[in-house]
């Protein structure tokens, strides 16, 4: 009697069962991976990777070397797939398998493995998706290197140009779709609001665009720019403005110019040595020379980049050279030599004849009110030694911090001191303002007697 073999036929329908079982899990995790027809078996994935943590990709370039790109995700896997009536009990057949703008260069060897996946009666097409989501499969098929103990990626490409600029567009797509589709909360409003209707700064944090761009419109309308930035307590301590990029994501471009002309203002009061050229047509600022040795007389020079006048930085005339002294301005000279003759003098008559007396005596005005003033500046304030703006002190301690340069100086003696620790200028014993953080005026000098109650 001889020996016979016995095949083992998988029940179809149970087979048809599983398989529906497992395309309705596959449909309810990934609802915009899958798509197909399951009755007839043929199936269609497409398989995003998608990183935990951002990975270091390089793509490797023949003359420059490799370009290094910090990417969140790559583009999607297509895999189609045929499930023939005895799955699972008989392996899927992959008819093709290829990557968005191909950039995945080892598409026999993935198929390959993924079939070596398959264990006859046990579904495989969510361990699949699995696996290729996660860009585990980079390395089992030895596309990954660790350099200074970071986990990279590298994909060699027939044009490397070509795949740099698709990879950082889809990347950023992704992460632009993601953040449209999240929720977030405003921490001003206080409001959970869909990132699509939400700004997110170059610092991380997140607004709404309608709390951010009534606040920063503000700023900019009232000039106080520095205060355009991210409204994150933390952002607001370390003084972080907002980025160019952000700030035209949020206010209309006229505001961005706005916004510009402002800053580069700041800039410019912030630097004493900025001075602006001295013809009326011009006034474009002119910055100092560099490398020049101080005292050489050449840091006075300034040369107008726009009109190309030169001058001196003292007196805005043009320029007379390193050595010679600012001569006094014809207009001051011209005021002091009328001052200086007798009143009702012949000369002053003749000088009132032929520039008009109108105009003389509105000139010597003008003079007496300047000199005024620089008297008193001098006498009731103190300059900064730094930008030499003058400060005048109505109360308080005589430490002053500059409003324009934030130079901290002491306001009796002008003398610079230090922001760790200001107060050492007043607590040293032999300083000439030991002791003197407070000027104090002495009752007697405070009281004065009222008429009448000498005597009571």
């Known amino acids: 009697m001889s020996a016979t073999t016995v095949t083992v036929h998988p029940d179809l329908e149970r087979c048809t069962s599983l398989q529906q079982e497992e395309w309705e899990v596959l449909e309810s995790i990934y609802p915009d991976s899958v798509s197909g027809d399951i009755s ?35 583009p999607p896997l297509l895999l189609d797939i045929v499930l023939p009536p005895s799955y699972p009990y008989g392996p899927p057949a992959i008819v093709s398998l290829h990557a968005t703008y191909a ?15 398959w264990e006859e009666g046990e579904g495989v097409l969510y361990t699949w998706v699995e696996w290729l989501r996660s860009g585990e ?35 950023k797509s992704m992460q632009l779709t993601r953040f449209s589709q999240t929720s977030y909360t405003c921490e001003i409003c ?28 503000l700023c900019i309308a009232e000039g106080d720019i520095g205060r355009v930035g991210c409204p994150d307590p933390q952002c607001v301590k370390a003084g972080r403005e907002a980025t160019e990029e952000d ?17 580069e203002k700041r800039e410019l009061e912030r630097d004493p040595t900025i001075i602006h050229c001295p013809m009326s047509f011009c006034q474009r600022p002119v910055p100092k020379p560099q490398n020049v040795d101080e005292g050489s007389g050449w840091e006075r020079l300034r040369t107008c980049p726009d009109c190309g006048y030169s001058f001196c930085a003292y007196c805005k005339r043009t320029w007379h050279g390193p050595l010679s002294d600012c001569p006094i301005s ?46 008193w500046l001098e006498q009731s304030t103190m300059a900064c030694p730094s930008c030499h703006v003058h400060v005048e002190k109505s109360l308080g301690c005589n430490h002053m911090t500059c409003a324009k340069c934030k130079q901290h100086f002491c306001y009796r003696c002008g003398e610079k001191l230090l922001p760790s620790n200001p107060y050492v200028h007043f607590s040293t014993p ?5 002791s003197k953080l407070f000027d104090f005026q002495s009752i007697d000098d405070e009281w004065q007697p009222v008429e009448g109650f000498e005597h009571l």
């Open 190 to 217: 206080l409001t959970s609001i869909k990132g699509a209707r939400c700004i997110l700064l170059s610092c991380s944090h997140v607004f709404c665009r309608a709390c951010l761009e009534d606040f920063w419109k």
């Open 137 to 171: 499969f980079l390395d089992v098929l030895g596309l990954t290197f660790t350099s200074h103990g970071e986990h990279c990626i590298r994909i060699p490409h027939p044009a490397p140009h070509v795949l740099v600029t698709a990879l950082e567009a889809y990347d």
């Open 330 to 375: 014809e207009t001051e000279a011209f005021v002091l030599e009328y001052m200086g003759l007798p009143e009702g003098s012949s000369e002053r008559l003749v000088l009132e004849r032929r520039f008009g007396a109108t105009n003389i005596r509105r000139l010597v005005a003008k003079y007496q009110e300047e000199q005024a003033n620089k008297q």
């Open 40 to 74: 007839s078996g043929t199936l269609k994935l497409v398989i995003p990777i998608e990183f935990s943590d951002p990975k270091t990709v390089s793509v490797p370039l023949r003359a420059s070397g490799p370009t290094h790109l910090p990417l969140a995700t790559l």
């Open 247 to 263: 700030v035209r994501r949020v206010v209309t471009e006229e505001e961005v110019r706005r916004w510009k002309w402002l800053r």
């Open 430 to 434: 032999g300083l000439r303002c030991y």
């Open 103 to 117: 950039w995945f260069p080892l598409g026999i060897a993935l198929q390959r493995r993924l079939l070596e996946m």
